[in-house]
């Protein structure tokens, strides 16, 4: 064997453990990847159906709804209104 032929042998056997590595970290990506596209969809669908469950709710309840909003309304001004004055 000459001495280049041994060089290039020599750079081939020290690459293998990188390029190992290397699959393996992308084999971790693809699947850390497909993991989050899971559960992705599954916060749309739960998000999905507790807007549904809401705008059903609010149709059902309008004056109740409308209590709720001025209730937390006047609450939210009585705490503004206390911190302007100190």
């Known amino acids: ?32 990847r497909a993991s989050l596209h899971d559960g992705t969809d599954r916060v749309k669908t739960t998000a999905r159906h507790a807007a549904d469950s809401a705008d059903k709710f609010v149709h ?18 009585m705490l503004v209104g206390t911190r302007m004055r100190r």
Do not use: F, L, Y
């Not at 064997?1 to 290397?22: G, H, L, T």
């Not at 059902?60 to 709804?65: E, G, L």
């Open 60 to 77: 059902s309840n309008p004056w109740s709804v409308i209590g709720v909003a001025v209730a937390a309304g006047a609450a939210i001004a």
């Open 1 to 32: 064997m000459n001495a280049n032929a041994e060089m290039i042998e020599s750079v081939s056997d020290a690459i293998r453990p990188a390029q190992q590595v290397a699959r393996k970290a992308a084999r971790t990506v693809s699947a850390a």
